[in-house]
């Protein structure tokens, strides 16, 4: 989900950064590493493994840091890229125990979680049937 800056205090950076040097500039949750490319296990939710190098579709070995986003996709690989969680969903709680550095696959998977909490119930018609 975007930030909202006026939401958070003017330190905002120099707090997350400090979370993530803390962290190891690694995903508190899964561990995985800031800015490296990686393939993430389907069965596993936590597992991953690192992919520096690979075989492009013409042949070419190429370095995987230099892949668009796009190619990286095609390819089923990520690059992970850390972000600062309020763990309690309060952006003025800037304490370092509410604070996590996760991935961005952790820190959604955190947010859905809440969201779900939040939903209201589907609209349905007079009949009982969902509307859009």
């Known amino acids: 989900m975007p930030i909202r800056k006026s ?9 997350s950064m400090q979370v993530k040097a803390d962290a190891g500039w690694r995903c508190e949750w899964c561990g995985a590493p800031h800015k490296r490319v990686i393939e993430r296990d389907s069965l596993d939710p936590s597992g991953w493994k690192t992919i520096d190098w690979l075989y492009e579709t013409d042949g070419r070995l190429v370095d995987t840091g230099t892949l ?22 309060d952006s ?28 209201p119930p589907p609209r349905t018609d007079q009949g009982g049937k969902k509307t859009i």
């Open 7 to 15: 939401d958070y205090p003017s330190d905002w950076l120099d707090i």
């Open 68 to 89: 668009t986003w796009k190619r990286l996709r095609f390819h089923g690989l990520t690059r992970v890229i850390l972000t600062t969680a309020h763990l309690d969903r």
């Open 92 to 119: 003025t709680n800037n304490t370092r125990e509410n604070l996590a550095a996760l991935c961005q696959r952790c820190h959604l998977r955190h947010d859905i979680r809440h969201d779900r909490c939040r939903q």
